[in-house]
Nanobody
């Protein structure tokens, strides 16, 4: 049974940093591209960042580029989303997702591309 579990969310002030973790089990982690999405109240779920199977390539939404860094440790079956210079508009539930792929250099932006999802972790940024 595949499990994807996010952690690290919380309440922070604008300008602070926060690191989210996402641990996956029940799958061959190194064969899965990973992604982060977020959903704010009353809004659609949106793409945040994605990483290839090996971690050698990443992709970011324009709204977080330069502030967020996505990395992975395939030995620990975990991806990390380091968030810096947080803004109130970053407030959302953050979801981690996994997608098995044979394409080693591919990242995925569409939520429909992902097979497995976590339950989400709340990030609240106060002004």
């Amino acid at each position: 049974q595949v499990q994807v579990v996010e952690s690290g969310g919380g309440l922070v002030q604008a300008g602070d940093s926060l690191r989210l973790s996402c641990a996956a089990s029940g799958l061959t982690f190194s064969r899965n591209a990973m992604g982060w999405f977020r959903q704010a109240p009353g809004k659609e779920r949106e793409f945040v960042a994605a990483i290839t199977r090996s971690g050698d390539n990443t992709d970011y939404a324009d709204s977080v580029k330069g502030r967020f860094t996505l990395s992975r440790d395939n030995d620990k079956n975990t991806v990390y989303l380091q968030m810096s210079s947080l803004k109130p508009e970053d407030t959302a539930v953050y979801y981690c997702a996994a997608r098995r792929t044979f394409l080693s250099s591919r990242t995925f932006r569409a939520s429909g591309d992902y097979e497995y999802w976590g339950q989400g972790t709340q990030v609240t940024v106060s002004s």
